[in-house]
């Protein structure tokens, strides 16, 4: 039997003393405690070295590469040193494969889930190597190094600061015990205390051991995720009630007996090999992880959790927008309107701020998504009085700040994903993934639609959900225009399209005669043309307030989706047709209990644009997923199935006043039966939850 010793500066009421078989040999492990005294572990080697046959040691300080240097802690190569005749380790070697393999395990097992957050070291230059893996998949990383080793209230934020500030620290600190440095006066530790605190509360990301963590609490660890080792049962219990999300664990527990570190098996690994520390090759060791299926523990206190982070761009669809918030409400009661049309022109040049804070989205998945909206000042108008350019500005100065927050995608919405090349520029310069949300508006639009026909019953719907009637598309070369068509010619009896550029008309009929073999497509240049035939019109150009339809020729009973923002239709055209359905797009309920600030919409329910983003960031797609003109029906269904999956429903069916209910959708009904001046339809009624998309 072979005999493995731990002697550690760490606590003794960790002390474990078993036996075990390991790599196929007969082994008995011990670990001695000395807290932190550094003489009682040198009389401890000299005890138990004719008595073992490897000693590992636990809790020292870490000899590191920073950069392209390397630098040995004197302490600890004194303790080294002392033991002459059988192997001795740290763990380091094992330690930097296992923490690397960890993060990127994590990554690919929960799908890019370090992309963008915020990462706290504790200590960089003992995880020099973990911190280079993080910085592959974002570059929010900030270290505590000065904090915690000589008591500067600084962090470091990037690689080469922290390279720069080991080269000249280390001459320093190589002499000294760990904290020495670290001033006792006490205000200045608790200003220290304070700003790595606050450092905490803001990553989402921290490494640090389990006993640096131990001084702190729900207000710094709720909702993190940690890299650490060595986790035991009760210590993952103690992490639970601080809120902890995720703990990624770097050391694999191979034994029921006790919770051994990392250099304790390294020192196993040494004694079943006979060999010196050194003369173990990253192969063996690979050969050795292989042989003993070793993972990464990536461990849940509380269940499953998962927090994503997104962005979104939001901007006033009108001047009357900018007169409801502080403190110009005040202003446009007193000024006249040429003062107001100043301040429209001079708000398209602020820079972009945070509007609100997004949080308590929950998907019945266990994720969870967080986000910001954040505004850019340009209405409608003065986004199209100005160039493409003006506005991809804007729109990467927002991205630069979403990035900064941790997000990781960022959604365009209302005109800000109509300028240009409806965000292909922007996606190409952004320092993260963009989506233009329109395949959900899409997507929701049909929604909508199919529900508020089903609930009128004014048109036959067949067995295959297959509409026996007529639908329009005003502002089918557009984006979300485009595939409503698309999916429309196979939904419905006969499409009929309208679009003010004759040649895309054509182009975007042959695409759907492709798709839809047998697909019956009337295209024109005037929506009135056959506007009184219509059972369906979805209306999605960016006319931005012009005219695009005569309400007054609709047929009544007729249900009008309006996708466009701002409205195609206005709230006084909709009031001359009581007979007539205008609803507003398909708004989609959110999972959870959200909180953010008033977007014009009810509690919990967002536009189907911002939903998009929502739903990408829960799954983790971290993608350019919609962008440009042509949008792909694959994607408009793919995203509606994955609405589905993270919990999302198509909220209330409501038009310019609000919600529309039972009585008015009966309302509608019974007037566009009196004009019609026929009986009620034998039509099915239907109550499908689900759209034809």
């Known amino acids: 039997m072979k005999t493995v010793v731990s002697i550690s500066l760490g606590p003794k009421n960790l002390d474990y003393d078993f036996e075990t078989r390991f790599l196929g040999q007969d082994f008995r492990v011990i670990r ?4 932190k ?15 073992c046959d490897a000693i590992g040691l636990g809790m020292v300080r870490e000899h590191y590469r920073v950069g392209a240097y390397n630098f040995e802690q004197g302490s600890t190569k004194e303790l080294e040193s002392l033991v002459t005749d059988i192997p001795v380790t740290t763990g380091a070697t094992l330690r930097d494969i296992l923490h690397d393999w960890s993060i990127r395990h994590t990554q690919g097992d929960l799908g890019n889930y370090f992309n963008n957050s915020k990462a706290l ?13 993080m910085s592959e998949y974002t570059e929010n990383l900030m270290f505590a190094d000065p904090i915690i080793q000589v008591g500067i209230p600084k962090l470091l934020t990037s690689l080469e600061h922290l390279e720069l500030y080991a080269t000249g620290s280390h001459q320093l600190l190589k002499w000294k015990a760990p904290y020495v440095l670290n001033p006792s006066i006490a205000p200045v530790k608790e200003w220290n205390h304070f700003v790595l605190r606050k450092a905490m509360q803001k990553a989402d990301v921290i490494a640090a051991r389990y006993e640096d963590l131990e001084p702190f609490g729900l207000e710094e660890l709720a909702g993190k995720t940690l890299l650490t080792s060595t986790v035991s049962e009760a210590r993952l219990a103690e992490l639970r009630d601080k809120g902890v999300n995720v703990v990624v664990d770097y050391t694999p527990q191979l034994f029921k007996e006790a919770t051994v570190g990392i250099n304790v098996l390294e020192a196993m690994i040494l004694a079943a090999t006979n060999k010196q520390r050194g003369e173990v090759t990253d192969d063996d060791f690979l050969e050795i992880i292989t042989d003993l299926e070793i993972e990464p523990r990536v461990l849940y206190p509380s269940g499953f959790k998962r927090i994503s982070r997104f ?31 100043t301040i429209e022109k001079v708000m398209a040049y602020s820079p972009p701020f945070v509007y609100s804070k997004v949080s308590g989205i929950k998907s019945p998945t266990g994720a969870e998504a967080e986000g910001w909206l954040i ?17 991809y500005r804007r729109l990467l100065a927002a991205a630069k700040m979403a990035k900064r927050m941790g997000a990781q995608i960022m959604g365009l919405g209302a005109f800000t994903k109509v300028v240009g090349d409806a965000g292909i520029t922007v996606a190409k310069r952004a320092p993260l993934p963009i989506t233009t949300g329109n395949s959900y508006s899409a997507s929701g639009a049909l929604w909508a639609a199919h529900e508020a026909m089903a609930k009128l019953g004014l048109v036959e719907i067949g067995p295959n959900n297959k509409v026996k009637g007529k639908a329009m598309v005003v502002g089918a070369t557009g984006a979300i225009g485009s595939v409503c068509a698309r999916l429309l010619a196979k939904a419905f009896d006969e499409l009929y399209m309208a679009a003010p550029e004759s040649a895309k008309l054509l182009s975007l009929k042959e695409d759907i005669l492709r798709e839809t073999p047998g697909a019956k497509v009337t295209i024109s240049t005037y929506a009135d043309k056959h506007l009184a035939d219509m059972d369906m019109v979805v209306t999605a150009t960016s006319g931005a307030g012009k005219k695009i339809l005569d309400i007054m020729k609709v047929k009544p009973g007729c249900v009008i989706t309006d996708v466009a923002r ?7 055209d909709v009031a001359k047709r009581p007979d007539v359905l205008v609803i507003e797009s398909g708004e989609i309920e959110l999972p959870g209990d959200v909180k953010m600030k008033n977007i014009g919409l009810p509690q919990n329910i967002a536009y189907a644009c911002l939903a998009e983003t929502i739903v990408l960031a829960l799954e983790g797609r971290f993608e350019n997923f919609t962008l440009g003109r042509n949008i792909e029906w694959e994607k408009v269904r793919e995203i509606y199935k994955l609405g589905l999956k993270h919990g999302m429903k198509l909220a209330s069916i409501s038009g ?5 209910t039972d009585e008015d959708m009966d309302r ?10 026929t009986a009620a339809p034998a039509a099915k009624k239907t109550r499908s939850k689900k759209a034809t998309a």
């Open 32 to 35: 001695i405690g000395t807290n």
């Open 37 to 51: 005294d550094t003489q009682k572990a040198k009389e401890l080697i000299r005890e138990w070295q004719p008595k």
């Open 121 to 133: 070291f504790f200590s960089g230059m003992t995880n020099y190597r973990a911190a280079r893996v």
């Open 311 to 341: 962005a979104f761009v939001i901007h006033p669809l009108s001047q009357q927008y900018l007169c409801k918030q502080k403190p110009l409400d005040m202003i446009s009661k007193y000024a006249p309107g040429a003062v107001m049309d």
């Open 375 to 391: 505004t850019v000042g340009g209405t409608p108008k003065e986004i199209m009085a100005h160039s493409p350019e003006f506005t």
């Open 566 to 572: 701002p409205l195609d239709i206005p709230a006084e």
């Open 656 to 660: 310019v006043n609000g919600v529309y």
């Open 668 to 677: 509608v009904r019974q007037l566009a039966l009196e004009k019609r001046g």
